[in-house]
Structure formats: C-alpha cells, structure tokens
C-alpha cells in the first residue's frame, strides 16, 4: 500500500508539468511569462489544480498513517518546501492574470458582475492560508482588497440607483455582483435593515410632543412644558396629522422598495448554478424579506404609538377622538401598497433585463406580504396597532349616542321626546355612522352601536305606554294614556322612517351593518305594534258583540207587501258601521303612521267579514223576506269595513267569499251544494251550518244538539279552524237526526239531509285538512 503511495507521488513529480518546481533555480516571473507566451494559462491552472488536490490527499494520508514521527516531519517538510519553492505563487499568479484578461480594471457599471466573478477565485485561495512571506502574493493582497471595495461600493450605488427608481434590471446586476462576491444575504439585511432603522427615526419624528408643540407655539418661551396651550389646540391636532400623512408616504415609499427588491429576489437567478436569489435569503430557516420587514414596521408602529400616547394625553385624545382619520392613512396606506403590488407583477413580468426562469404565473399569484406565511394577514397585523384607539373610540361613540337619549327620557318623565329632540338623536346617529364609513370593520361596530341606541330608544319608549284597562276603552273619548300610547308610537315611528332613510344611504357600508341596523328596526316594528294591540283588540270584541246580536233580530219574515218596504239594512249593521267610524275618527286618526294603522286594522276589517259570514249562516230561521234584508247587510257590509283599509278589494279571500255568498241566499239547496265557489272558496262548514237553516226544526244546527250558546260556538269554531273538526261536528249533528228519525220509526228523512249528506261526503272524500 506505502508502495502504491509512493509511485503515485513520485509519477506526480516525474510529470513534466511540474518538474519546473523542483529546479533550485525556479523562478516565479519566468515560469508566468511562459504560461502567458504559450496561452496556456487556462490549462496551467487546471494541471496545478490537480496537483494540489494530489498532494493535499497524500499530506492527509501520511498524517493519519501510524508512521515514524520523523518520516512524518520530513514529509511534510518536503511538501512545504515544495511549495514554498512557487506552486501555490504560480497559481495565485495564473488565476490573477486570467482575472486581468477576462476583464480590465474599468468602472463601468454592467462590468461589475464579471469583476465580482473574477474576484471570487483570488478571495478562495487567500481564504484559510497564511501567505505571507510569498513575495507576488503578498504584493496583490492590498490590490485586490481595494478592488473588492470598489466593485462593492460600486455594487452598492448601483442597487441604490435602482431600487430608488424601480429599475429591475439595475436591481438585478447589483444582486449578481454580491452573489458572485458571497455577501447576497449580508448585503440584504443591511439593505432591509437600514429601511427598518429610518422608519422607526421618521415614526418619533412624526409623534415627537416637542416637535409638534413648537410648530404650532414657534414663540413659546424656552424652558415651558411640553404641551399646547388651549388655543393651539387645533393647531397641534392640524401639525400632528400633517405629520402623520407625511409619515404614511415614508412608509409607503420604503414598502414600495422592499416589495420590488423581494420581487427581483424571487424572479432572478443566478446563470450558472440557476439558483433564485430568494432561495439564498431564505434557507436555513430565514424569514422571507419582506415579511421581516413588515412584521418590523407593525411592531415598530405599535410600540411606537404606545410609548407616545402613554407620555403625552394630548396624543391620546387625539388617537381616541379622531380615530376615524387616523384608520383612514391606515387604509389609504394598505391600498396603496395593494396597487402597487399589482402594478409591479405586470411590471416585472413584461421586464426582459432578468435572467427568469421561475414560473411567472406562479410567482405572480403569490402575494408579496405572506409569500411563505400563508397563516399571516399584514392587513390585520397593520391595523393591530390602532386597537387601543378603536375600543376607546367606540366606547365613545356609543356614550355620544345613549347621551342624547338619557337627555330626553329623564327619571320619572311621561312623554316621549319632542320631534327637535328626535332629529337631535336621528343626526346623532348619522353623523357617527358617516364618519365610520372609512372602514367597513369600524362600520359594522359602529352600526351595532346605533342598534343599541335604537333598542335603548324602545325600552325608554316601552316604559311610558299605558297598559291599564283605560289603553283599551273604546266606549269614550281618547284618555291621557291612550294619548301618550299615541304620541309614544307616533315617536317610534318617526325612529323607524329615519334610521331606514340613513340605511337606504348607507351606499358600500357592509352587509352586517345593514343586518344590524334592519334588525333593531324590527324591534321598532314590534314595540308599535305591542302598543296598539290592547286598543285592536278591543275594537274586534266589540264589533264582534256587534255582529253577534244579528241573531237577536227577526229574518223569518215574508216579503214585505207594498206599502210596508224593509229598511235598508238591519240596526246591528247600523251599529256596526257607526262605531268602526266613531273609532276610526276618534283613536286611528291621531297616529300619524298611516300604513301602520291600516296594516293593523286591515286584521280586523278581514275578521270582522268573517265572524258576519259566520253567524249569517247560523241564522235559523231565514224567510224570503229575511233574505232580502239579509242581502242588503251583505253590501252594507262592504261599506262598514271599508274605513278599517285602503281598499275593501284588498281584504282578500274574506272579501272573495263576502261577494261570493251573497248569491247563494237565493239559490236552490241542489245549486248551492254544487256551487264552484263551495270548498274553493267557501269552506264546506260554512255552507252546511247555512243549509241547517233549510232545513226543519229537528234537524238541529251542531250547536243547539250540544246545547251551546251562538257565542259559545263562535268561540268553539275560533279555537278549531281545521275543517276536519268542524265537519266532525256537523256529522255528528246529521247523525242524530237519523237516529231521531228511526227511533220514531219515520218513514222518510227531510229533503234537505240527503243533499247536506252528500255534500258532508264530498268534503270528507276531498280535502279534510284545510283551515276554515
């Protein structure tokens, strides 16, 4: 094995590539010159190359062999000798000469990347080595540490240059330089670093107290306390936000710096070793760039803003009061810096001065703020730092909006607010909700505000109603709480029309704010209705024990002879259309929420047909004469409600079947079982509780076989509107008659039972399930 050592090292000797070393004579100049002569230089420093590799094996191997220690020494010896004798001189002056040929020493800036590259080899051989006492080697030390120093400083202007008027292509050749020299991730974090520095200078500028105070009190006497006296109040305010939009373009401006150098890292490779740029920033471990970067500049924000307002109230006031202006630079600053991420993707994009082989489209949908942090929101962590200004702004906000609602409903008070107090809280609550419209988070907390203002206005409202027996008295004139009842929805109501005027001119504020908004109006809608609900109520029971005393007049009579004509129409109808308009005139007329009333009244005007419909089919017994008069109610009918809506045709399905019935009072019992309009649009019960009225005396109607009263059975029927019970209950009344019959032994049933029979049939066989 020693042997095989040692003809390897004596084949290397023997090469007459370096025989020249071993002569006693060797000289490092002429064995150049020769090099140079022969054009040989390239070759040359593979050959030395390859001996040096050689010999560095060998000095290992001998090292770790268990040999003697003086034939250690003595090797080792020998090979220092050797080359201390020039091999190492003879490489350093080969690569130096090749460095000259590929590229003179000139200062033009696109040369740089060559020079940096040339560079690189002098720097590896003098790295780790003493070489002093090398005479050629020692004297080019000095040159080439200047040339570093030049290509650096050259490097540095040009990628200056370049990034301070976004020109990638100068931006690129700099990167190269500082690759090729090794320094690319130092020269970044200078680059980035220096930005983070002159942030943080421009952010105590901006909130500097004294710089503030003294732009605003030049004259101020040396000496005095930092604060602005209180006519300079708005002055300050007005330097302290001038300073502050200052401050946003600063940033801005670095952002924009940072973002185009971290896309020039992404998109540029090296042309050699086809290494991106960013790779050699952020492996390790690293963080990208310009996350650093941001997550600086929102920490730095953040501590910055706290230190100042915690050392100055006047900061703070201004931070808390007018937080509004300073989320708007916050916003202005973001969109910016959005536009010009794009713009600067189809910048780049169409740049051909890059050496690019990334994916374009890859890189381009990438954003440049969480470009490997895609658990991170910069937008969210840029607005981090207003936190403490928001709540203490929205705690605010919402003291401005309860205070003018504690103001007008004071303890003990029996009024709602007049409408000069109204308007006072309905511009309240639109300026607020205006001036947080510069951000739709601030909007959406802003308008959850107001609908606790709203809700607030209901239960101060709620507690004024009147919900003694007097708030329901349709018998007199109007009481004292009736008329608060009336003003209190009156107030409501003009609540309600305002806040939904602001939300029709909300325009871009976000769909949850609208929610918000809409949803306390809700309760607007809920409190009116509650208010006025003892007095509707009130009105149906009485134009129900109206309608009821139909039953106590007399409609068996023939028709009347000639000289003794019916009254148009029967005295409960009369009754009936006087009061719907006494409580027309005297309660609904002073609300002023006129679709509101007739909304309300409409229920009644619509129950009201039917409880008429109802107990005209329950009238037994109904002469011709009686149907006539009958019939006149029907039309008067139409003019009784008619006070109670807009219009009578728009009461609906009860309107349908008032018309609809009234035709049936002549037809014959076979028609009117077959009518159209029976079981469409007049429920099956209805009709059969009529043919009962056809029908003899033991055929009884449901009610008198259960021995109820006409009012019992009114009740009965509200409390079972599925046509499945009612037409139980008339069964069973049919079924009685039979057996009534049978247990005489009757020879025959009533001409009137087989049709009513039928029709039973049919409704049973059809639908069962609808309500009346």
Not at 234 to 247: G, Q, V
Not at 366 to 392: C, I, R, V, W
Not at 565 to 592: N, T
Request: hydrophobic share 40%.
């Amino acid at each position: 094995m020693e042997d095989g050592k040692e003809a390897s090292t004596n084949s290397l000797l023997k090469d007459e590539c370096y025989v020249d070393f071993l002569d006693e004579d060797f000289d490092v100049k002429t064995y150049t010159a020769q090099a140079i002569h022969h054009a040989v230089i390239a070759e040359q420093l593979a050959k030395l190359a390859q001996g040096i590799s050689q010999l560095d094996k060998e000095l290992h191997s001998q090292v770790k062999q268990p040999q003697p220690l003086h034939s250690q020494e003595a090797m080792i010896t020998a090979s220092v000798d050797w080359l201390d004798r020039g091999w190492l001189s003879s490489l350093w002056s080969l690569q130096r000469l090749n460095y000259e040929r590929q590229l003179p020493w000139r200062i033009a800036a696109g040369q740089r990347t060559l020079e940096a590259q040339s560079l690189t080899p002098l720097d590896y051989l003098s790295q780790g080595v003493d070489l002093s006492g090398i005479e050629v080697i020692e004297n080019d030390l000095l040159l080439i540490s200047r040339a570093r120093l030049e290509v650096e400083n050259q490097a540095k202007r040009l990628l200056e240059q370049g990034m301070e008027i976004q020109n990638p292509t100068q931006v690129g050749t700099a990167l190269q330089v500082f690759y090729n020299l090794g320094s690319l991730r130092e020269t970044i974090n200078n680059v980035v670093g220096g930005y983070q520095t002159t942030i943080k200078d421009n952010i105590t500028k901006a909130l500097d107290i004294k710089g503030l105070t003294q732009a605003t009190n030049p004259r101020g006497a040396p000496g005095r306390a930092v604060m602005p006296t209180p006519g300079n109040t708005a002055a300050f305010r007005a330097a302290l936000w001038t300073n502050l939009e200052k401050l946003m373009d600063q940033i801005c401006a670095a952002c924009r710096q940072v973002q185009h150098l971290q896309k020039v890292l992404m998109k540029k490779r090296d042309p050699v070793s086809h290494v991106c740029f960013v790779d050699e920033i952020i492996k390790d471990g690293q963080p990208d760039i310009l996350y650093t970067f941001w997550t600086d500049v929102t920490s730095t924000l953040s501590e910055e803003f706290h230190r100042a307002t915690e050392a100055s109230s006047f900061l703070k006031q201004a931070f808390e009061g007018e937080y509004p202006k300073l989320l708007r630079l916050y916003n202005e600053l973001w969109r910016r810096l959005q536009q010009y991420s794009t713009s600067l993707q189809g910048a780049l994009t169409s740049t051909g001065g890059l050496d690019v082989s990334l994916d374009t489209a890859e890189i381009d949908s990438q954003d440049l703020f969480t470009h490997g942090k895609q658990d991170y929101n910069p937008e969210k962590a840029l607005k981090d730092s207003l936190q403490p200004y928001e709540a203490a702004y929205l705690s605010k906000s919402l003291s401005r909006l309860f205070d003018p609602i504690n103001l007008v409903f004071p303890m003990g008070g029996r009024n709602p607010p007049s409408n000069d107090e109204l308007d006072s809280i309905i511009k309240t609550i639109s300026s607020e909700l205006n001036v947080a419209s510069v951000d739709p988070n601030l909007s959406l907390a802003v308008a959850k505000n107001a609908a606790k203002t709203i809700q607030l206005f209901c239960v101060k409202s709620e507690q004024l109603l009147c919900t003694q027996g007097e708030a329901s008295q349709v018998i007199g004139p109007l009481t004292e709480g009736q008329r608060r009842n009336v003003a209190v929805v009156n107030s409501l109501y003009r609540l309600q029309q305002a806040v939904a005027k602001i939300i029709s001119g909300l325009g871009t504020c976000p769909p949850a704010a609208v929610d918000a908004l809409s949803s306390s109006l809700e309760g607007v809608q809920a409190l009116m209705s509650s208010a006025v609900q003892p007095l509707l109520q009130s009105v149906s029971d009485s134009i129900e024990a109206i309608i009821i005393t139909l039953h106590q007049e007399d409609f068996s009579g023939p028709l009347s002879s000639p000289d003794k004509p019916d009254v148009p129409c029967s005295l409960y109808m009369k009754e009936l259309q006087g009061f719907i308009s006494r409580v027309m005139a005297d309660y609904f007329r002073h609300f002023q929420c006129v679709d509101f009333v007739y909304d309300s009244t409409e229920s009644i005007a619509q129950r009201a047909i039917e409880l008429f419909l109802r107990h005209a089919s329950l009238l037994r017994s109904l002469g011709e004469g009686g149907k006539m008069r009958l019939a006149a109610d029907f039309a008067q009918m139409e003019m009784a409600v008619a006070p109670l809506c807009r219009r009578v045709s728009d009461l609906g399905k009860p309107y349908r079947m008032l018309r609809s019935f009234r035709p049936l009072l002549f037809q014959t019992s076979e028609l009117i079982a077959s009518s159209p309009a029976v079981g469409e649009l007049i429920p099956y019960s209805t009709v059969l509780h009529f043919l009962f009225t056809r029908a003899p005396a033991e055929l009884k109607s449901p009610h008198q076989r259960a021995e109820w009263s006409i009012a019992r059975y009114s009740q009965w029927l509200d409390d079972h509107p599925s046509e499945r019970d009612r037409l139980a209950l008339i069964r069973g009344a049919l079924e009685a008659y039979v057996q009534l019959i049978r247990a005489r032994q009757g020879k025959e049933f009533a001409p009137m039972y087989p049709i009513m029979l039928q029709l039973l049939q049919k409704a049973t066989s059809g639908a069962q399930g609808p309500k009346a």
